[in-house]
Structures are given as structure tokens and as C-alpha cells.
């Protein structure tokens, strides 16, 4: 336990250093490009009847930091509020805080991709399986190969084949926004049934996308695992092939989990282009949303969402690869 407790203390300092290099990468970038948006921003409102000093203040709030002073007194501004949890109003969202603007859009892509993400893992582990048990026959080729194709085909189209088939050649499914704005929103069977009707497709998109990498990652791993000593004993002992098939796939599947962390980390800034293809209001959306309206402190807000995230999810893969793998656990406890 003191040894977790001792990685995970690294792991946060790094994760706040890293955090920090983001936010002051993005100050930087911000305050970099051509035109300037702060003082451009402060420019247009004295420009509309504003004083100055208004002018300033609203500047302040709209960005996070005064647009006058030295470059270093305004990113001490902004470092002081990102402890604050302050990243300054949307421009796109006129009087709300960067912060609640992307709590809302992100409720909305972490269900869908999440759900599309475990259902792809879950058919992909065990589909992985059978493909590398059954390598030489025709069930195997017929699944490796499904896998190749899924893999190569990317998100986006993926996502326009389903919307053109299920929403337009075989109506059965809407393919536009997240919900029907007939129902009441709330706990109620209506709304519920239709978010649920609405997410199918983008989860199914998800789950497609990701469904060949998990399969051929887990049909590799499973062969290199058939391979080991202890699998070659076990046979020779005439141990039962369920028994021997258990030990594989636990032993095979060690590695994807520190991917599926991973890729859950990535899940918040991997749904641009199918959040705009189904119009679903998440954070992909409003990440296309920003860069279009120039909402600088919008777009860094997300950034550093994205950011965080990664980081989190980099943390979590490696203490529970840590926790799940005896291996692991006995090396650290020998070092310490």
C-alpha cells in the first residue's frame, strides 16, 4: 500500500506540472495571435461608448486576466484563476463561465463514448480470442479480417454510413441532435426512451471504430500468450481446454486494460467529427464551435479539459495495471 500511495503521489505531481505546461502553452498561443484577440476585445469596447477602466474590467472577465501590464502580470492573472477554477466567460455563451459551458457539453460525450467504448472492448476481447484460438480455420480469417477493415475505415465514415442507412434509406433511427424537444426534460420514460434512441447511432459509431483495433490487438496477445511455457506445460499435463482457455484470456487481456484506460482518456477530444455529423452537443462540437467564433478562452478551457483527462486516465492505467498484475506488484515491492 505505501508503495501505491508513493506512485500515485509522483504521478499527481508530474500530472500538475504537465497541467500547468498545457495552461501556459495555451496563455502563450493566445496572446500570440496575429490581431491579438485581448486587446482587440478591449479596443471594440471602448470603441462602443465603454470607459476604459470598464472596458478593462470586462476584458478581465472575459479572458481571465487584465489586458494592460506586463506580459508576466497577466499570466500570473491567469495561473491564479486556473487554481480558482476561473478560465474566463465564452464569448460564444454570452455571461457564462467557460467552466459550466463545458461541464454541459461534456455530460454529453462521455455517455456515448464511453458506452461505444466498453461494447467495443467487450465484443473486441472476446471476438479476439476466438480469432487467435481458431487462427487456422475459416471463423478466423473471417474475424481477423472484419477486424482489418474496421480499423481502416475512419470515424466519419463510418458515421455516414450508419446516418445514411438507418436514418435515410431505413428511417428507423434519428440522426440529428440528442434528444426530441417534444419531451419534457427529466426523469420520465419519454425523454429518457428518446435520449436513448437518439445515442444509438453515435454509440454504434464508437463501437465500430474502435472494434478492429481491440481485436487484433487481443488476437495478437492471446498468440504471443499460446506461445509461453506455462500454456505448453499445461497441455502436456492434459489440463481440460477450458481450464487452459481461462489462463489465456486472463494473461492476454493484462495489456488492454492499460489501453482501454487510455483510450478513455482520450474519449473527450476524439468526437469532433462525429458529434458534427450527428449534431450532438459535446465537447467535440463546441471545440469546432470556439475555433470557428474565435472564443479563445472557450477553446483553452477545452484544451485543458482534454488535457486533464489524458492525464487522469495515464494515472488510473498504471495503478490498476499495478493492482491487477501480481508481476507488477512483486517487482515494485522487491525495489522498495
Known amino acids: 500500500m505505501t508503495v501505491l500511495i508513493r506512485r500515485l503521489a509522483g504521478h499527481l505531481a508530474r500530472g500538475v506540472v504537465m497541467i500547468l505546461v498545457v495552461a501556459t502553452i495555451s496563455f502563450f498561443i493566445v496572446r500570440n495571435i496575429p490581431g491579438d484577440p485581448i486587446a482587440a476585445h478591449f479596443q471594440k469596447l471602448v470603441e462602443q461608448g465603454m470607459s476604459p477602466e470598464a472596458a478593462k474590467q470586462a476584458t478581465a ?3 481571465g486576466f487584465l489586458p494592460d501590464g506586463s506580459i508576466w502580470q497577466q499570466y500570473r492573472d491567469f495561473i491564479s484563476g486556473l487554481f480558482r477554477l476561473d478560465l474566463g466567460v465564452s464569448v460564444t455563451h454570452p455571461g457564462q463561465p467557460v467552466t459550466a459551458v463545458l461541464a454541459e457539453a461534456t455530460k454529453w460525450t462521455v455517455l456515448p463514448v464511453l ?18 484460438i481458431k487462427r ?9 479480417i472484419s477486424g482489418s477493415l474496421l480499423h481502416g475505415v475512419p470515424q466519419y465514415v463510418i458515421a455516414l454510413v450508419l446516418s445514411a442507412v438507418f436514418a435515410t434509406l431505413i428511417p428507423i433511427l434519428p440522426a440529428d441532435g440528442p434528444v426530441d424537444i417534444l419531451y419534457e426534460p427529466g426523469f420520465n420514460a419519454g425523454y429518457i426512451g428518446s435520449l436513448a434512441q437518439h445515442a444509438v447511432l453515435p454509440v454504434c459509431t464508437y463501437a465500430l471504430a474502435a472494434y478492429g483495433g481491440w481485436i487484433l ?6 498468440v504471443t500468450v499460446l506461445g509461453d ?3 505448453l506445460a499445461a497441455e502436456l499435463r492434459g489440463m481440460k481446454r477450458s481450464i487452459i482457455f481461462r489462463y489465456v484470456a486472463r494473461n492476454a487481456i493484462l495489456p488492454l486494460f492499460t489501453i482501454l484506460a487510455l483510450s478513455l482518456g482520450l474519449l473527450l477530444g476524439g468526437a469532433v467529427f462525429i458529434e458534427r455529423i450527428f449534431n450532438y452537443p459535446g465537447l467535440g462540437q463546441l471545440l469546432l464551435e470556439s475555433m470557428s467564433n474565435r472564443d479563445y478562452a472557450l477553446m ?12 487522469v486516465a495515464n494515472i488510473v492505467a498504471d495503478l490498476f495495471y499495478s493492482v491487477i498484475d501480481p508481476r507488477v506488484r512483486s517487482s515494485e515491492e522487491v525495489t522498495s
Open 61 to 63: 472577465v472575459m479572458y
Open 115 to 132: 458506452a461505444g467504448t466498453l461494447l467495443s472492448f467487450l465484443v473486441g476481447i472476446i471476438m479476439g480470442v476466438y480469432a487467435a
Open 136 to 144: 487456422t480455420g475459416k471463423l478466423g480469417d473471417a474475424l481477423s
Open 217 to 222: 490487438a487481443m488476437k495478437s496477445s492471446v
Open 229 to 231: 511455457d506455462f500454456i
Open 300 to 311: 483553452g478551457g477545452a484544451f485543458l479539459l482534454i488535457t486533464v483527462a489524458i492525464i
